[in-house]
């Protein structure tokens, strides 16, 4: 891809970042490529049907998106294809990269408003339907549901706002 | 060449609404009562914006995290009384002890809590797509783009406007009135009928008045321009001018130091849609504007030849093809160069 194919707002040198970025994440300059082509020209599809300010932003915000989604599935294969040949311990980079979101996912569950957090927790955690959570705190399904909704929603917050500021990268 | 639909607000404006309604799709996925008409609902929201798409997919991939779960382990728990987990035994026994230490501070940070969602439920609704359009617009409603682009917006009445390059407009509605001020740039209009709520537009030539119709309303760099393709115009030219014009199907008004009134051909509507100008007198220097607008393109005009006097009917989305037909005629070259196009004289 050259340079005057990038999408708006987005030059040689932010494509130069996100690769880089990727290889810190993703641990393979390959995987890192792809992914980067992949996100510039997702990026070019949201910009015709959106308005976007922050190009750079919404640009690696696609790409860890696809990375994700690129892990989920790899981990579904290696649990589903190559059962005896796994080996159960995790890539160093995996390692890294999960005690990053480990330390963020725990800082912005500490933000969330205490009856929010018990929510959450009993839901994902506890696997408790909203009418045990309703019984235990008192509160009515539709409510509880409420506050799974507020606490995701929070938590995406967080996440986006402490990605790209360094403070603790995904 | 950009179309986008209903792109009201930039996306970073919108997201902590996106973030809402993807999380309220997220849990209502999860929660294992989702209906299959909210199933229809939610294909519909996705299909809706990339926008929606993502942050979705974001808010799905995170509710779903090992690391998420591993996270919550560590979470100061509420000192009310919860079934454990034969798994926590152990980490729950320490917990306990910790909350009996800090219970006073417990009570009184969830006491403030209660009365943070009390307020907090007005402001933040997580329903998938809140009806609101109609009171948003009640505070104002910007509309732009930039040169290239193109958008079109329903409107809540069921009026369509769709603004051509490099434009600016502003919507503003009240209950007895439809508000829309034309700053910048073209638009055209499909105006929904209505007797009781009349359509507004001012320009910064002339007053548009309309109940229920279909028009071109042009920012040139002196004038203004409507043209009607359907029912009566009514356009005013001065804000202070007490005479009005009443304009019937086919009628052209161009409003600048002077007015004049012209006819147009109205029986092709998607002429301006596909970049077609039909100018009688228009200025080369003003063609290129019109030109940068439409196609994105940036274009610089030789000084000696921006007043040259241009007439005829018009390709403006294609900068290559209009300036090497014109060219020809009028007696100037084209070329590109970096990011722009330059028109020069021939000797």
Known sequence: MTANTLPFGIGVGERRALVAFLVRKAGSEMLAEDIAHDAIIRLVEFQRREKVRNSKALLFKI???????????????????????????????????????????????????????????RRRLENQSYEEIGRALNLSSAAVEKHVVRALASLRAYQDKHVFEGVSPW | ??????????????????????????????????????????????????????????????????????????????????????????????KRGLAAIAWPKLVAASLCIALCFASARVLFQPKPDAPTEDSRLAGGMVLETRPGERLLVQLPDGSRVELGGDASAEARFTPAERHFALRRGDAHFDVAHDK???????????????????????????????DVYDGTVEVRPDRNETSKLLLKRGSRVTIGRDVTLTHFDASDENDWRNGWVDEAQISLGELAELVERRSGERIVVDQGLSQLKISGRFRINRPDEIFDKLGRVYGFKNYHKGDAYYLIKVD
């Open chain 1, 63 to 121: 790409a860890v998106n696809l990375l994700i989604n690129h892990q989920r599935r790899e981990n579904r294969t290696v649990e589903g294809v190559t059962d005896e040949f796994v080996d159960d311990r995790p890539t160093q980079d995996r390692t890294a990269l999960d005690s990053d979101r480990l330390a963020q996912l725990q800082r912005a569950i500490d933000a969330l408003p205490p009856l929010r957090r018990e929510v959450l927790v």
């Open chain 2, 196 to 226: 009781s709520r009349p359509f507004l537009i001012q320009t910064r030539r002339a007053g548009v008045r309309v109940v229920g119709t279909r028009f071109l309303i042009s920012q040139l760099r002196d004038d203004t321009r409507v």
């Open chain 2, 1 to 94: 060449m950009v179309i986008r639909i209903g792109a009201f607000r930039h996306y970073e404006e919108r997201i902590d609404e996106i973030q809402a309604q993807a999380a309220f799709w997220v849990a209502r996925e999860n929660s294992g009562r989702i209906r299959e008409a909210e199933r229809i609902e939610l294909r519909e929201w996705l299909a809706r914006s990339p926008a929606h798409e993502l942050e979705y997919t974001l808010a799905d991939s995170l509710y779903a995290d090992e690391t998420l779960i591993a996270a919550l382990r560590t979470a100061p728990r509420l000192a009310a009384q919860r079934r454990a987990t034969p798994v926590e035994g152990a980490l729950d026994r320490v």
